[in-house]
């Protein structure tokens, strides 16, 4: 079971649910490029871009063994697996979505359904 944050837009019949994931983000980390494009986060891409040229020509530079080239960008996937969801959040902030619940589940729709029946049980039908 993992850990859902369920972000909302809209009501009644207009309303958009975007459950993301909490913590680490292997296909980001594994997939960096083709992830960021796939969910539009475009400045994200360019950063990441932009700090892989710039820790490629710093290893360049720097005259380091050949063994330390895959150490940092391990390390930059790492990172950027770990903040992956987060920046997810952060455009779905600006998009109008506001943080409406935290939910257990086993995927995706599975949250959903949870979050639906759960306020369902609560007596909400609106915002």
């Known amino acids: 079971m993992r850990v859902y944050t369920i972000h909302r837009r ?16 292997w296909p980001a980390a594994l997939f ?25 020509l710093a290893l360049d530079l720097s005259g380091l063994n050949d063994a330390a080239r895959p150490v940092v960008f391990l390390a930059i ?14 455009k779905l902030e600006r998009r109008g979505f506001h943080l409406d619940d935290v939910v257990v589940a086993d995927g995706v729709e599975d949250a959903e ?15």
């Open 10 to 25: 809209g009501a009644g019949a207009d309303l958009d649910l975007r459950p993301i994931k909490e913590g680490f983000c």
């Open 32 to 56: 960096a490029l083709p992830w960021v494009l796939w969910h539009g986060l475009w400045l994200a891409g360019l950063v990441l871009a932009a700090l892989s040229v710039a820790a490629g």
């Open 77 to 90: 996937a790492a990172v950027f697996g770990f903040l992956a969801n987060d920046l997810r959040r952060r």
């Open 113 to 127: 359904w949870r979050f639906l029946a759960k306020r369902a049980a609560a007596g909400r039908t609106g915002p």
